[in-house]
């Protein structure tokens, strides 16, 4: 017997053919299974880029239509209602700018969370600040969640993959 022959029997070969079988078999299921897995998450992100689009215009059109019945009540009340209005709108502003980012890039930016973040704790902070009897140490614990999102933020910028390519 040749010294072939001995490392590759015939059985060998079958076996490899068949351990090559299921490797490619298991390759087409795969890449089957992240086709599906992107059309359904390109559907899920279409409806709700959509919802999300639909609240941005239902919330824009509510504030002006609750713009003329400022003149008529107490304007430090409206304008606490007009503001978190507002403020709602920018959040889902930011949400809109990561589900457009993600549906292009296929990954989410740490920045635009980290801006809806800012933005809803501002709010918050807002409300609460304006409140007449608002707790201190709330508010106080609410700007440390703001200092430690801007700096997550701040890193975020400093080591972006982004830079890294450049």
Do not use: H
Request: proline share 2%.
């Amino acid at each position: 017997m040749a010294i072939t022959d001995r490392i590759f029997d015939k059985r060998d070969i079958r076996i490899g053919s068949v351990i090559l079988r299921k490797i490619f078999l298991t390759d087409c299921r795969k890449s089957v299974l992240v086709k599906s897995y992107r059309s359904v998450s390109n559907i899920i992100i279409d409806a709700l880029i959509i919802a999300v689009l639909i609240a941005l215009l239902t919330g824009t059109a509510q504030v002006f239509i609750r713009l003329p019945s400022t003149l008529t009540k107490d304007f430090s009340l409206v304008f606490r209602n007009l503001l978190n209005d507002v403020m709602v709108i920018f959040i889902f502003v930011e949400l809109f700018r990561v589900l457009l980012d993600y549906f292009k890039e296929e990954r989410v930016k740490i920045t635009y969370i980290a801006d809806a973040t800012l933005v809803f704790t501002f709010k918050e902070v807002w409300i609460r600040f304006s409140e007449s009897n608002f707790e201190p140490m709330k508010i106080l614990a609410m700007g440390g969640v703001m200092l430690a999102v801007a700096a997550v933020r701040t890193l975020a910028i400093i080591y972006s993959p982004d830079k890294a390519k450049e």
